[in-house]
């Protein structure tokens, strides 16, 4: 029962992942259309309807970044060349030790990804059966934090690029009642225009910024995750399985059926 409910807690906080994400392109999309004013008295249908497709726009985002290599959810990786060294220093200064491929006694070959592949197959094998509770927890922990890069981060490019489209927009406008082709605007009309310019500007850099961050942030993660899978499994594969409870191995023998 304890292993259901921590399983349904990560999945949850997965799920409000995405539906962040997702959420922030939308909101871009309705701030360059300037129609933020229908979140305004939305009925609480809307609002589930909504949290949906933000999951579904979430999702797909990731695993759209992930296949052009932008970010990665692959517990087996190579680091992109156009910011190796980036990463290096990055994940040397925040977790206090230099970045090495995992399993070095693996060679270099053209089966090494297979064989590292399986390898890391079997080392979460062994961290399910074997690892301590505080260890899972760990690793749940930097897994939840490489979700939040991975997902929320592209997402958040997404939407600076729609606040891009937006600024540019604002510049138009404020260039075109400067320049008299609308009807001659007043004093305060202008300086409207003009704080809505800064606004949306400071917006843009804001999401920009952090949308990169966080996608470094995720690169971080998912290296830790591949160290702490390389250390997990060397600690634990030579240790006896913990023995289990009946209750757990009729569970399991549930499960597997």
């Known amino acids: 029962m304890?292993?259901?409910v921590k399983a349904l807690k990560n999945f949850i906080v997965r799920d409000i992942i995405y539906i962040i994400g997702g959420a922030s392109v939308i909101l871009g999309f309705l701030?360059?259309?300037k129609r933020m004013d229908i979140v305004k008295?939305?009925?609480t249908v809307s609002y589930l309807y909504?949290?949906?497709i933000s999951w579904v726009i979430g999702y797909c985002v990731q695993e759209l970044f992930s296949l052009l290599h932008i970010v990665t959810t692959?517990?087996?990786f190579n680091l992109p060349d156009y910011f190796r060294w980036l990463l290096g220093r990055s994940y040397e200064r925040l977790v206090g030790e230099p970045w090495e491929v995992i399993f070095p006694d693996i060679p270099v070959g053209p089966l090494r990804h297979k064989r590292v592949s399986k390898r890391l197959h079997e080392a979460d094998m062994i961290i399910r059966e074997k690892a301590s509770a505080d260890n899972k927890a760990d690793r749940e922990r930097i897994i939840s934090l490489m979700m939040v890069g991975t997902t929320i981060g592209p997402c958040a490019f997404l939407s600076s690029f729609l606040l891009c489209l937006k600024v540019c927009?604002?510049?138009v406008i404020l260039f075109m009642k400067l320049l008299s082709v609308f009807p001659q605007p007043d004093f305060l009309t202008l300086v409207g225009s003009f704080r809505q310019f800064v606004?949306?500007?400071a917006l843009f850099l804001g999401s920009l910024l952090t949308s990169l961050f966080l996608i470094i942030l995720g690169w971080i993660k998912a290296m830790q995750l591949a160290k702490n899978t390389e250390d997990l499994f060397n600690f634990y594969k030579d240790l006896p399985q913990k023995p289990q409870c009946p209750l757990e191995q009729v569970c399991k023998k549930i499960a597997n059926s």
């Open 2 to 4: 304890d292993e259901l």
């Open 31 to 33: 701030c360059l259309l």
């Open 41 to 43: 008295g939305a009925s």
């Open 50 to 52: 909504v949290a949906g």
């Open 74 to 76: 692959s517990s087996y």
């Open 169 to 171: 927009q604002d510049l």
């Open 199 to 201: 606004f949306d500007g």
